[in-house]
């Protein structure tokens, strides 16, 4: 039986998109929910719950998805590092997946990022570099401090080995530095590269989002995933088998 959605956030951007996307794959949308509308009725029409709504909004979807025993997805973004982990401890209790990017393809890079910051060593300079559109608020992206996460891991360096940008007499670049460098301008849906420069090569790995399709179809995969996992938090990672 084709499983049955309830998208949380329906009239957003990302809500409109993954209806449209949901109707493409043969999954059924049970319940569309925003703004004011009835969350319990939505969970109790739906196997699967996808959440692309707002921060404020994440209490009470995984108090519904504890209280309706229901999976869900949370593709929210912009919980404080307090508050997410406390959310976290909910969302344990149900099984959630839960990714602050829903592509395919920069999972991969990822997942591609760890294994190339595991093979070249520390005189492979390593960078990122990403570019949004005019209208981000934030600077780096989420996905680029993911990734900056990943090398630093791999290296085993802190927080401190970040440069973020350089300007003036900086002095020579020092083989435990992690540059990142965030460019803004017109309508860029997101673009990310990561690069390891040594003398005489240099590996650059880029991913480019023309469309926030990509966001939409990833999820509903999790979606699908996720429907017969025990409980538990996973990542796109778990989903896609790169762990
Ligand atoms: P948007 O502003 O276009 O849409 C958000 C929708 O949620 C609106 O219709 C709003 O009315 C609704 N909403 C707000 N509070 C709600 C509540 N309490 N209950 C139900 N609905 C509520 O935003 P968007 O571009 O669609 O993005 C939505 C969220 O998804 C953001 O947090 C964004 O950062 C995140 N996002 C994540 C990914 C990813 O891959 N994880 C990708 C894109 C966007």
Same mark, same amino acid.
């Given at each position: 039986?084709?499983?049955? !959605?309830?998208?949380?956030?329906?009239?957003?951007?990302?809500?409109?998109?993954?209806?449209?996307?949901?109707?493409?794959?043969?999954?059924?949308?049970?319940?569309?929910?925003?703004?004011?509308?009835?969350?319990?009725?939505? $969970?109790?029409?739906?196997?699967?719950?996808?959440?692309?709504?707002?921060?404020?909004?994440?209490?009470?979807?995984?108090?519904?998805?504890?209280?309706?025993?229901?999976? #869900?997805?949370?593709?929210?973004?912009?919980?404080?590092?307090?508050?997410?982990?406390?959310?976290?401890?909910?969302?344990? *209790?149900?099984?959630?997946?839960?990714?602050?990017?829903?592509?395919?393809?920069?999972?991969?890079?990822?997942? +591609?990022? /760890?294994?190339?910051?595991? #093979?070249?060593?520390?005189?492979?300079?390593?960078?990122?570099?990403?570019?949004?559109?005019?209208?981000?608020?934030?600077?780096?992206?989420?996905?680029?401090? /993911?990734? +900056?996460?990943?090398?630093?891991?791999?290296?085993?360096?802190?927080?401190?080995? !970040?440069?973020?940008? /350089?300007?003036?007499?900086?002095?020579?670049?020092?083989?435990?530095?992690?540059?990142?460098?965030?460019?803004?301008?017109?309508?860029?849906?997101?673009?990310?590269? #990561?690069? $390891?420069?040594? !003398?005489?090569?240099? !590996?650059?790995?880029?991913? *480019?989002?023309?469309?926030?399709?990509?966001?939409?179809?990833?999820?509903?995969?999790?979606?699908?995933?996720?429907?017969? *996992?025990?409980?538990?938090?996973?990542?796109?990672?778990?989903?896609?088998?790169?762990?």
């Amino acid at each position: 039986m084709a499983l049955r !959605l309830l998208i949380n956030g329906s009239k957003g951007r990302m809500g409109q998109t993954l209806i449209s996307s949901a109707k493409d794959l043969g999954l059924i949308v049970a319940a569309a929910v925003d703004v004011g509308d009835d969350l319990a009725a939505g $969970f109790n029409a739906a196997d699967v719950a996808v959440d692309f709504s707002s921060h404020h909004a994440t209490r009470a979807v995984l108090e519904q998805a504890i209280a309706q025993k229901k999976p #869900v997805v949370i593709g929210t973004t912009g919980h404080s590092a307090e508050t997410k982990r406390e959310l976290l401890a909910l969302a344990a *209790k149900v099984p959630c997946v839960w990714a602050g990017n829903y592509s395919v393809g920069v999972n991969l890079l990822y997942a +591609l990022t /760890r294994r190339a910051a595991s #093979v070249l060593d520390a005189s492979y300079d390593a960078e990122v570099i990403e570019m949004h559109h005019r209208f981000k608020k934030d600077a780096p992206s989420g996905t680029a401090a /993911r990734l +900056l996460e990943i090398i630093l891991e791999e290296r085993k360096l802190t927080a401190d080995a !970040l440069r973020h940008g /350089r300007e003036g007499i900086t002095g020579e670049r020092t083989p435990t530095e992690v540059g990142i460098h965030s460019l803004r301008g017109g309508d860029v849906v997101g673009d990310h590269t #990561v690069l $390891f420069a040594a !003398l005489g090569e240099r !590996l650059e790995l880029t991913h *480019k989002a023309s469309d926030r399709g990509i966001f939409a179809r990833g999820a509903l995969r999790a979606a699908r995933w996720v429907a017969d *996992k025990p409980a538990g938090v996973y990542d796109m990672q778990d989903v896609l088998g790169l762990k």
